[in-house]
C-alpha cells in the first residue's frame, strides 16, 4: 500500500481555521521557546544577555518612582521575584492571544515573535556591562521563536485540515481513506509541541546552570576573613535583643536588601577594577590587590533604605571593612570646584554622593567586607561604598567599577530624575518592635522596645506615650558609635483592653523627630510610629 500522504489531496480553497485554544497553545509554546533559547544563549555568553532579564531591567528603568514604593512596600525584598512572575504571565497571556489571532495565518504571530525579539534585542544592546556576543541570545530567541511557532501552526494546520476531510468522508461527500491520517498529523503535532515545550525548560535550566555564582562564589572563599588594623568592639548592653530589639550587629543573611538589580551582577574578585576619574589632578584605576595591600579599617554603620516606611524593616547594622574613601581621594587629587562623586554600579546604576560627606571624618568608606568576611554577592562583592548617615540611593553602591568627581550641575544619580532629591540625609526615627500591631500580651508588665537612630549625630533620647499620654523618656542601650541605631526600651504596666503606643526619638543636635507624616519619596518618611495590642 503507498503512503497515506500520496493518496489524499489537502482540502482546496482556504487555509483550515484552527481552533482558539489551539492557536493559544501554539502562541504559548512559541513565547516559552523563545524566552528559553535565550536563556540558553545567555548562560553561554553572560547573564546580563538573556533577553528576559534583559527587558525585566527595562522595565524596572522605566517605574515610575511612586511604583516601584508601592512595589517594596507591599513586597519588600521579593519585588524582583513578583516583576518577573508578572512578566512571565504576561508574556504567556500575549503569546496565547497572538496564537489565537493566527488562527487562519501564522503571519500575525511571527510579527508577534519579531516584535518581541526586536524590543528583547534593544534591551540588551542597552545595557552597559555587556561585550558583543550578548546581541546573540536576544537574536536566537527571535528566530527560535519565530519558527517554533510557524512549525507549530503548520503542523496544527495539517492535523486540522486531515479531521476535516475525515469528517467529508463520513458525510459520505469523499471517497474513503484508509487508516487515520487524522490521527497521525494530530499526534505529530502534539509530540511536537511536547518535545518543544520540554527542550525550551531544560534549555532555560541549562541557561540558569551556566550562569549560576560558582565561580564568583570561588573567588570570595579564596580571599578568607578580612583582618582590620584595629577590630571594633561592641560593648555589652547594645542591645535589648532578650527584650524583643534586633541583635546589634545584622547576620550578613538577614541584611535588608532593597535595589534596582534584577539578577545579582556576578563579578570575581580577579576581574573587578575601580576607576576614579573626572575632575582630579591624575586619574587612578584600582584592582582588589591594591585594595588589599592597603590597611584595612573597620567601621560600625547603621544603613537604611530611602523606601522604608516609618516603623519598616529596611533598615540593618554591620561591621564593614575596607579603605577610607578621604584617602583615596587624596591620591587623586579632588578639584576644588567638585561638588559630587558620581559612583557607577557594573550594571549601570548610578548614585550622586556629596565630596564633602566623604571627607568630613564620618568614615565613608569603600568596603570590600560585611562582619569580617568578604561581601556577600548580593551585598557588592567584590566591593561597594558606605557612607554613614546618607540614605542609600545617594551613597551606597554595590558592585562599583566607576567614581566620577563632577558637579551635581553636570550629572544625576539614578533616581534623581526620578523624582527623588538631590540631597538625602538620613532622618532622625524610631521604630517600635515589640508589641507587635494586633498583637495580645498578658497584663501586668508590659515591655515595649525598638530602635532609634540618627546616622552621624546620635540618639540622645527616645520617648514613648500610651494611649495618647504624656511622652516618658525610655532607657537606652549603650551607645556604640553615632553612625549606628539605639536600642531603647521600657516596662508599663497596663491593664487588660486595646492600647496603642507612639515613639519618638531626639538626637543630639536636640532635633526631635517629626510628627508629620511624609511619604518616602522624595527624600525619606517620617511620622511617628505606632502599635496597637490588647492586653489580655
Given at each position: 500500500m503507498s503512503d497515506v500522504s500520496t493518496q489524499v489531496d489537502r482540502p482546496a480553497g482556504a487555509a483550515p481555521r484552527l481552533p482558539w485554544h489551539i492557536g493559544a497553545l501554539i502562541g504559548i509554546v512559541g513565547v516559552g521557546s523563545a524566552v528559553g533559547s535565550g536563556q540558553l544563549v545567555a548562560g553561554f555568553v553572560g547573564t546580563e544577555a538573556s533577553p528576559y532579564l534583559a527587558v525585566g531591567d527595562a522595565v524596572v528603568n522605566m517605574t515610575p518612582a511612586w511604583l516601584k514604593n508601592f512595589a517594596v512596600s507591599n513586597f519588600g525584598t521579593n519585588d524582583k521575584l513578583v516583576l518577573l512572575s508578572t512578566m512571565g504571565v504576561v508574556l504567556l497571556l500575549l503569546g496565547a492571544l497572538a496564537g489565537v489571532l493566527s488562527r487562519r495565518s501564522a503571519v500575525p504571530g511571527t510579527l508577534f515573535a519579531v516584535v518581541l525579539g526586536v524590543a528583547a534585542t534593544a534591551a540588551v544592546l542597552g545595557r552597559s556591562d555587556l561585550g558583543q556576543l550578548g546581541v546573540l541570545a536576544p537574536v536566537v530567541s527571535l528566530v527560535a521563536g519565530a519558527l517554533v511557532f510557524r512549525l507549530l501552526h503548520r503542523l496544527a494546520g495539517e492535523w486540522i485540515a486531515m479531521r476535516d476531510f475525515k469528517a467529508q468522508e463520513h458525510s459520505g461527500n469523499r471517497h474513503p481513506v484508509y487508516g487515520d491520517p487524522a490521527g497521525d498529523t494530530?499526534?505529530?503535532?502534539?509530540?511536537?509541541?511536547?518535545?518543544?515545550?520540554?527542550?525550551?525548560?531544560?534549555?532555560?535550566?541549562?541557561?540558569?546552570?551556566?550562569?549560576?555564582?560558582?565561580?564568583?562564589?570561588?573567588?570570595?572563599?579564596?580571599?578568607?576573613?578580612?583582618?582590620?588594623?584595629?577590630?571594633?568592639?561592641?560593648?555589652?548592653?547594645?542591645?535589648?535583643?532578650?527584650?524583643?530589639?534586633?541583635?546589634?550587629?545584622?547576620?550578613?543573611?538577614?541584611?535588608?536588601?532593597?535595589?534596582?538589580?534584577?539578577?545579582?551582577?556576578?563579578?570575581?574578585?580577579?576581574?573587578?577594577?575601580?576607576?576614579?576619574?573626572?575632575?582630579?589632578?591624575?586619574?587612578?584605576?584600582?584592582?582588589?590587590?591594591?585594595?588589599?595591600?592597603?590597611?584595612?579599617?573597620?567601621?560600625?554603620?547603621?544603613?537604611?533604605?530611602?523606601?522604608?516606611?516609618?516603623?519598616?524593616?529596611?533598615?540593618?547594622?554591620?561591621?564593614?571593612?575596607?579603605?577610607?574613601?578621604?584617602?583615596?581621594?587624596?591620591?587623586?587629587?579632588?578639584?576644588?570646584?567638585?561638588?559630587?562623586?558620581?559612583?557607577?554600579?557594573?550594571?549601570?546604576?548610578?548614585?550622586?554622593?556629596?565630596?564633602?560627606?566623604?571627607?568630613?571624618?564620618?568614615?565613608?568608606?569603600?568596603?570590600?567586607?560585611?562582619?569580617?568576611?568578604?561581601?556577600?554577592?548580593?551585598?557588592?562583592?567584590?566591593?561597594?561604598?558606605?557612607?554613614?548617615?546618607?540614605?542609600?540611593?545617594?551613597?551606597?553602591?554595590?558592585?562599583?567599577?566607576?567614581?566620577?568627581?563632577?558637579?551635581?550641575?553636570?550629572?544625576?544619580?539614578?533616581?534623581?530624575?526620578?523624582?527623588?532629591?538631590?540631597?538625602?540625609?538620613?532622618?532622625?526615627?524610631?521604630r517600635i518592635d515589640v508589641p507587635g500591631s494586633f498583637a495580645t500580651v498578658r497584663a501586668g508588665?508590659?515591655?515595649?522596645?525598638?530602635?532609634?537612630?540618627?546616622?552621624?549625630?546620635?540618639?540622645?533620647?527616645?520617648?514613648?506615650?500610651?494611649?495618647?499620654?504624656?511622652?516618658?523618656?525610655?532607657?537606652?542601650?549603650?551607645?556604640?558609635?553615632?553612625n549606628a541605631w539605639r536600642m531603647w526600651r521600657m516596662f508599663v504596666d497596663l491593664g487588660p483592653g486595646s492600647h496603642t503606643v507612639q515613639s519618638r526619638a531626639t538626637d543630639d543636635t536636640g532635633f526631635t523627630q517629626t510628627a508629620q507624616l511624609a511619604d518616602p519619596i522624595p527624600n525619606g518618611a517620617s511620622g511617628y510610629p505606632s502599635a496597637s495590642f490588647t492586653v489580655k
Open positions: 494530530r499526534r505529530k503535532f502534539l509530540i511536537s509541541t511536547m518535545g518543544v515545550a520540554v527542550g525550551a525548560g531544560v534549555a532555560g535550566l541549562i541557561g540558569g546552570i551556566e550562569t549560576s555564582d560558582h565561580d564568583v562564589e570561588g573567588s570570595r572563599e579564596a580571599i578568607g576573613r578580612l583582618v582590620p588594623v584595629r577590630p571594633t568592639t561592641v560593648p555589652p548592653g547594645a542591645d535589648f535583643a532578650r527584650n524583643g530589639t534586633p541583635s546589634f550587629i545584622t547576620n550578613a543573611a538577614d541584611f535588608y536588601r532593597v535595589d534596582t538589580a534584577l539578577t545579582v551582577p556576578q563579578l570575581r574578585a580577579e576581574d573587578w577594577s575601580l576607576r576614579i576619574h573626572g575632575m582630579v589632578d591624575r586619574e587612578l584605576t584600582l584592582h582588589y590587590d591594591d585594595i588589599r595591600r592597603h590597611n584595612l579599617t573597620e567601621e560600625i554603620v547603621t544603613l537604611c533604605c530611602v523606601s522604608n516606611p516609618v516603623g519598616g524593616p529596611y533598615i540593618s547594622t554591620a561591621r564593614f571593612e575596607g579603605v577610607l574613601l578621604r584617602d583615596l581621594l587624596a591620591e587623586v587629587g579632588v578639584h576644588p570646584d567638585a561638588d559630587q562623586l558620581l559612583s557607577t554600579s557594573v550594571d549601570g546604576y548610578t548614585a550622586g554622593t556629596p565630596v564633602d560627606t566623604l571627607t568630613d571624618g564620618r568614615g565613608a568608606m569603600l568596603a570590600i567586607g560585611m562582619n569580617g568576611q568578604p561581601l556577600p554577592v548580593e551585598h557588592g562583592f567584590p566591593a561597594r561604598m558606605v557612607v554613614p548617615g546618607l540614605y542609600g540611593y545617594v551613597s551606597a553602591t554595590k558592585w562599583v567599577v566607576d567614581m566620577e568627581l563632577t558637579t551635581f550641575g553636570a550629572a544625576q544619580g539614578y533616581w534623581v530624575p526620578r523624582g527623588y532629591s538631590q540631597q538625602a540625609p538620613v532622618k532622625t526615627e524610631s508588665s508590659v515591655v515595649i522596645a525598638g530602635i532609634a537612630w540618627a546616622q552621624t549625630k546620635g540618639i540622645d533620647k527616645v520617648e514613648v506615650r500610651v494611649d495618647n499620654g504624656p511622652w516618658v523618656p525610655a532607657q537606652l542601650s549603650a551607645e556604640v558609635t553615632k
